[in-house]
Nanobody, 114 residues
Framework: QVQVVESGGGLVQPGGSLRLSCLAS????????MGWYRQAPGKERDLVAW???????YYVDSVRGRATISRDNSKNTLYLQMNSLKPDDTAVYYC????????WGRGTHVTVSS
């Protein structure tokens, strides 16, 4: 079973930046559409962005222009660069296939606060 480990979260001031990483085990990463998801306190987990096997990307409106999703298939790693962070970006961030069919990891916490 594929496992994912997210990292890179932390406490950041509004307007700051973070780069999240997700390391996936197994051999199916390069053949999978991958996505970043987030779950804010008291809310459901929602898709933030996805990237196809060929590099096509999609972003939800709330992060478009501030986020960049990318992947390194040689490292089985997915990235999410987030800039101009807002308090509304505070959430636990997860990676998974898009749609999510792998087991969920523990996520990485992002807190945007002054």
């Amino acid at each position: 079973q594929v496992q994912v480990v997210e990292s890179g979260g932390g406490l950041v001031q509004p307007g700051g930046s973070l780069r999240l990483s997700c390391l996936a085990s197994g051999s199916t990463f390069s053949r999978s559409y991958m996505g970043w998801y987030r779950q804010a306190p008291g809310k459901e987990r929602d898709l933030v962005a996805w990237i196809s096997t060929g590099g096509t990307t999609y972003y939800v409106d709330s992060v478009r222009g501030r986020a960049t999703i990318s992947r390194d298939n040689s490292k089985n790693t997915l990235y999410l660069q987030m800039n101009s962070l807002k308090p509304d970006d505070t959430a636990v961030y997860y990676c998974n296939t898009s749609p999510g069919i792998w087991a969920w990891g523990r996520g990485t916490h992002v807190t945007v606060s002054s």
